[in-house]
């Protein structure tokens, strides 16, 4: 890989970890919330769902205007894209905790912080992950939007360069390389993790 397009790589991933970091942050506890508040799920769920089918590209504008062209405002833009199927998946895993779980949890005394420490936080490790692992496809493609638009340091700048100048050779390399970037995080990170949890928690059997 020629020295451009390792920096412009270096950087894509700079920015991609740090919202895909807030993301799984933000993510996690607006799923907890809803999930454990029917009025929360009758309000931010419903506005969850809505928000889950506006492309990524849309909330730019917004970014632009709050941040200005700059690494905040892509970085914006992946938080926003990848934290929607995180809250989604941590949702729907808490509503799946068996309430028998949690009857018995409260029978042995477990509330407030020992019922999500010992009870509602393991069951919904599973949905985390698969929340993660959608979400990083969601971030990639949130990245890229920005990058494309934004003329800074970037795969995405190469992406571009690349289709000014005609220069098919280069924005083929640049698919290849984040499609590859993406494949590698997904299986040697993601899959590995997921089924050594579903395995773990006896949803999957080795």
Known sequence: MPP?????????LRRILIGFGIALLLGTSLGLAVGRSKLLEDTIGVLLVGLGSVPSVAYLP??????GLNDRAIIFVVVIGSTLPIAVSVESGVRS????LLRAALTLGATGPLMFRHVTLPAIVPSIVAGMRGAWA?????????ELLIS???LGQVLMRGRETMDMSQVLAVILIIGALGYAVDNLIFRKLETRVRRKWGLETA
């Open 4 to 12: 451009p397009f390792l920096l412009a790589a270096a950087v894509s």
């Open 97 to 100: 905790i068996p309430p028998l």
């Open 138 to 146: 969601f971030a990639w493609r949130s990245l890229m939007a920005g």
């Open 62 to 67: 917004v970014a632009l205007v709050w941040f």
């Open 152 to 154: 800074t340091v970037g």
